[in-house]
């Protein structure tokens, strides 16, 4: 279905053209007409089906044929990390290049001056407030702000939410709000605490379930059944071949970050680091580098997963084994963005074989073992029954049984713009537009 059929006002039209935006994905073909009809909705859908579209879009019309009172804030979106509430906030700026229509972002790990803007931008109103719920809970608890007048009530990622633990924060805020709201839910997957969550705050909501959280088509997976003395120079082998693309490793622990990231700058690589213990500003000078080429590897935590939409992801790597499948498929998910090819590649040592098990049997999959260089030694045989792990995960301790080996093969495979405007009332901040239809 073509944007053009949905009945969108005019003026956000315009906008959609020029950011080439013409065919729906299936989540914005499902939530769409939904949210337009005003009424509350959860919506199941991965990272990078366009599901920030599929709620900004039918919101932002509304607002157009119903005007909002400019001195309140008429929107909140709920985001788990600063990394998706800046995305999200940036991919509204270029829906709203035409539009009356202003925004703040609302997070904390910056300095004292930003507070301060965040304040006064709520309290001279905001169409829309993107923001994460502790910093949003500070503000509320030092009565900074007027919520009787939202119109518009967001959750994205809200599985992600409450694994951080903010449940109670979320109905702190939600009895901070008028009853007589559109409540909009979106999420990676779909447990009891949602659905908990859905029946205390929205009003009888459809129900969108897009797919089962899995690995994109576009992703090769491969893993590597390694020593972990064997994972920096499978690193550094794997980069040779791919030198121009751009690679995430990722890891459980931000003290490996830093040690991955300190080995592999003592090799000679243009590497960046993405952990919770670096300031706001120097997270986004990495990711800035990043996302312009100046830099093509990142090394990063957890909280990029999924934090960040960046299109021209070409690899993943998995330096560590993730927790949990869910873990496994926002890691991955990265690469093959935009009906993109990537590759996403695992370091599966001895202790973590039962941990890459468990993700296999819930893939329904046998990952392809991919061939360890020559020059790096013997791999150890993978025998997940032979080397439980201590940390059985989400999935407990089933019965398992042994995949066979693949034979193995070599793991060869294969920005944003727009001129600044400025639409904010408070005048401090530049905008542009986006130019992708699946973001998350």
Not at 121 to 140: C, E, K, N
Not at 176 to 195: D, E, G, V, Y
Not at 361 to 378: H, S, T, V, W
Request: some cysteine; aromatic content about 8%.
């Amino acid at each position: 279905m073509k944007f053009e059929e949905i009945g969108f006002e005019d003026a956000l039209m315009e906008g959609l053209e020029t950011m080439n935006f013409k065919e729906m994905t299936p989540v914005q073909e499902q939530a769409i007409p939904v949210i337009m009809e005003g009424r509350d909705i959860i919506a199941c859908a991965q990272t990078g089906t366009g599901k920030t579209a599929a709620y900004l879009l039918p919101v932002l019309n509304r607002m157009l044929k119903n005007p909002q009172n400019p001195d309140y804030v008429n929107a909140i979106i709920m985001s788990p990390t600063r990394e998706l509430a800046q995305q999200i906030d940036q991919q509204l700026e270029g829906f709203t290049y035409f539009l009356p229509i202003c925004s703040v972002a609302v997070y904390g790990g910056n300095d004292a001056s930003a507070w301060e803007q965040q304040k006064k931008a709520m309290q001279l109103g905001a169409d829309f407030v993107i923001a994460t719920p502790g910093r949003l809970i500070s503000h509320i608890s030092l009565e900074n702000v007027d919520f009787s007048h939202v119109q518009y009530f967001i959750l994205d990622e809200a599985d992600r939410m409450l694994d951080m633990g903010f449940y109670d924060d979320i109905i702190q805020i939600v009895n901070k709000l008028p009853k007589t709201r559109q409540t909009i839910m979106f999420s990676a997957t779909m447990p009891a605490k949602i659905k908990k969550l859905a029946e205390t705050i929205l009003n009888n909501p459809a129900f969108v379930t897009i797919a089962i959280s899995k690995p994109a088509e576009g992703i090769f997976q491969g893993a590597y059944i390694c020593y972990e003395p064997q994972k920096l120079g499978l690193i550094k082998s794997i980069l040779k071949e791919k030198k121009d693309e751009k690679v995430i490793v990722f890891s459980s622990s931000k003290l490996m970050v830093k040690e991955v990231t300190r080995n592999l700058r003592r090799m000679g690589l243009p590497v960046g680091e993405m952990h919770s213990d670096l300031e706001q500003a120097d997270r986004d000078a990495v990711m800035l580098d990043f996302k312009n080429g100046k830099i093509n590897l990142l090394v990063a935590t957890d909280i990029v997963a999924r934090g960040i939409d960046i299109d021209d992801i070409d690899m993943v790597i998995n330096y560590d084994v993730p927790h949990d499948a869910e873990d496994y498929i926002h890691r991955i998910g990265r690469t093959a963005r935009a009906n993109r090819e990537g590759s996403g590649i695992t370091f599966v040592s001895e202790q973590e074989q039962e941990k890459f098990f468990r993700i296999e049997r819930f893939l329904n999959k046998q990952i392809e073992k991919l061939q360890m260089p020559a020059d790096l030694g013997e791999a150890p045989a993978y025998d997940p029954k032979a080397h439980p792990s201590q940390n059985r995960g989400r999935f407990g301790n089933s019965n398992r049984r042994r995949p066979g080996n693949n034979q193995n093969r070599s793991s060869n495979n294969s920005s944003r713009q727009g001129g600044p405007r400025n639409n904010n009332r408070n005048g401090d901040r530049p905008r542009r537009p986006s130019q992708d239809n699946s973001n998350s």
